[in-house]
């Protein structure tokens, strides 16, 4: 049996587009023999749908796409993910569900078992959990459909759930399984994907096919990656990263089947990560229609990497760079930003901010005159800058691009309705100490990022010879108590007996903390970690859990 499986990039409720995406892989499916073709989980909607699915209009465009590509199914099966509703009404309304269609029918239909409610996940708000397990046949073929989560409880040992869908479909001797999911990317999830889909196939000693979506869905990140698993756990072929693509599989075929070595894309975390932000700004700018982005550039490396990520997305036509200067700014600041312009062939435009900084200065002269210079005045210069830029955006259609890092986003080291603002947040899961190896790397062959933003020290240049060491510690200290709180969630005590010392984790975890208030009001962050701010990451702002009597960092 020849199996086809079609990674798509889909758009949320553009469903005629998702539609004729799919129909023609049916067909160069069917042109190249196959006997099924499989599309990822619901993939006539797009994922995640979240509360479009209480719409009930929704739901019925979702029904028409399935009865569409049932009607496409001539000499040929489609399984493809879609909602579904549950005529129990004490139930959710609706399955996460695979269909099989064959014979311009539906003749089967396998809902989803494992709903997720961790991350950025929230299926269980929307989903009623199978309770039937049945293979379906066709051509001489016993199949297991099973969707994402279900195949990531490997003999009941995931203490999130209770039940092992491929357990219960053990009974029934299903030849092979299919597996349609939506995994969003992290620079560790295709390793983590890799060793579920061995185990399985070690386990039930039957191969595995495996589609996954590509694309962006505003903060989610897609990225392919789809495989075919032999019963031996080795992987026989793995599709594109961060591609569509449709490939055909035969099952059995000997030379798959007696594979002795993996046939693995490279992994490269900071290639990955690369790869990862380009598409995530390019889906980002394609599926909202705009074309055009604008970027404050100060000459500081955040900014530099934003730039050149925006230039490999959109085409460097579309990208203006703003310098904006203050009496603060040094000299190198703006020659290395024009260096940088240079390098990528994006154009600026430059604004000095001096008299409108004095302006506001003076305006506000009768009430700070006898105050001392201090944050309020930094985030001024912060504020003015964030106007312009909006202007740029509002009168000639641009979106905003943020360069704040993750480390300054953890700790709040950013300006509210400043240099927070924007329309899409691209680096805001890097942190800084990857901001400076994936510069590195971008310029391992060639020199794009000017060598010199990349060694200088960082400064935000809001006052005399600013350095962000002024507020904040060495970024490597600060990234690894971070990285230890954000991501392995591990509280002060924990931190501390790693060797880091007891005043400084307080103070770092203080500041995360105290500061939530801003990530609330802060652009979507394209997700690259295990863990970012944002949908996966829900904090209360108001809380007083690991909170000391400390200020909060200097640039407010």
């Known amino acids: 049996m020849k199996i086809a499986l079609a990674q798509l990039n889909y758009r949320i409720g553009a469903f005629d587009e998702n539609l004729q995406k799919m129909l023609s892989a049916v067909e160069k499916a069917r042109a190249l023999g196959a006997d099924i073709v499989c599309f990822a989980e619901l993939a006539v909607c797009g994922y995640p749908p979240r509360d479009f699915l209480e719409f009930e209009d929704f739901i019925r465009r979702c029904e028409e796409s399935v009865r569409h590509l049932a009607q496409a199914a001539r000499d040929i099966a489609i399984v493809v993910g879609a909602p579904s509703r549950n005529p129990v009404p004490e139930g959710k309304d609706l399955y996460n569900s695979a269909y099989f269609l064959a014979d311009e029918k539906i003749q089967h239909v396998q809902h989803k078992t494992l709903l997720p409610t961790y991350d950025v996940f929230d299926e269980y708000r929307y989903f009623e959990p199978a309770t039937k397990h049945q293979v379906v046949e066709y051509k001489g073929q016993r199949i297991a459909l099973t969707i994402c989560e279900d195949i990531w409880n490997i003999g009941n040992e995931n203490p999130l759930y209770t039940i092992c869908p491929l357990d219960e479909m053990q009974a029934q001797k299903p030849d092979f399984v299919i597996n349609i999911s939506a995994s969003p990317f992290s620079y560790q999830q295709s390793d983590e994907r890799l060793h579920i889909l061995r185990s399985n196939a070690r386990r039930y000693q039957i191969p595995f096919f495996y589609v996954n979506h590509i694309g962006a869905q505003t903060e989610l990140i897609f990225d392919g990656g789809s495989l075919f698993v032999n019963p031996n756990g080795r992987v026989a072929c793995e599709m594109p990263f961060f591609e569509e693509n449709l490939s055909v599989f035969e099952w059995p075929h000997p030379a798959a089947k007696d594979a002795v070595k993996d046939k693995l894309q490279e992994r490269n975390k900071l290639e990955l990560i690369k790869q990862a932000l380009i598409l995530g700004i390019r889906d980002y700018f394609r599926k909202l229609g705009f074309q055009k982005a604008i970027l404050g550039l100060s000459g500081g490396l955040d900014s530099a990497l934003t730039a050149y990520l925006a230039c490999e997305a959109l085409g460097h036509d579309k990208v203006l760079g703003l310098l904006m200067p203050s009496e603060f700014s040094s000299e190198h600041s703006i020659t290395d930003a024009l260096q940088l312009a240079k390098n990528l062939g994006i154009q600026t435009q430059q604004i000095e901010i001096n008299s409108i900084f004095s302006t ?163 652009a979507p962050v394209l997700r690259v970690s295990p863990k970012a701010f944002g949908m996966g990451r829900r904090m209360p702002i108001v809380a007083a859990y690991n909170l000391f009597q400390q200020t909060a960092p200097e640039k407010g």
């Not at 310029?443 to 005399?464: C, T, V, Y």
Request: a neutral charge.
């Open 360 to 522: 506001f200065r003076q305006m506000l002269k009768p009430w700070f005159s006898d105050l001392k210079f201090d944050v309020t005045e930094e985030n001024l210069q912060a504020r003015i800058r964030g106007i312009l830029l909006m202007a740029f955006s509002n009168k000639f259609g641009y979106i905003l691009l943020n360069t704040t890092n993750k480390s300054e986003m953890a700790v709040g080291y950013g300006t509210l309705y400043g240099d927070l603002a924007g329309g899409l947040s691209v680096i805001g899961d890097v942190y800084k100490t990857e901001v400076f190896e994936l510069a590195k790397h971008i310029n391992a062959e060639k020199e794009i990022i000017p060598q010199h933003i990349i060694d200088k020290p960082p400064s935000a240049e809001l006052r005399p010879d600013q350095k962000d060491t002024d507020s904040l510690p060495p970024y490597a200290l600060l990234d690894a108590i971070l990285y230890r709180y954000i991501e392995k969630r591990q509280g002060a005590a924990q931190i501390v007996k790693d060797g880091f010392e007891p005043q400084l984790v307080n103070k770092v975890l203080r500041m995360v903390n105290l500061n939530e208030f801003k990530r609330h009001q802060t």
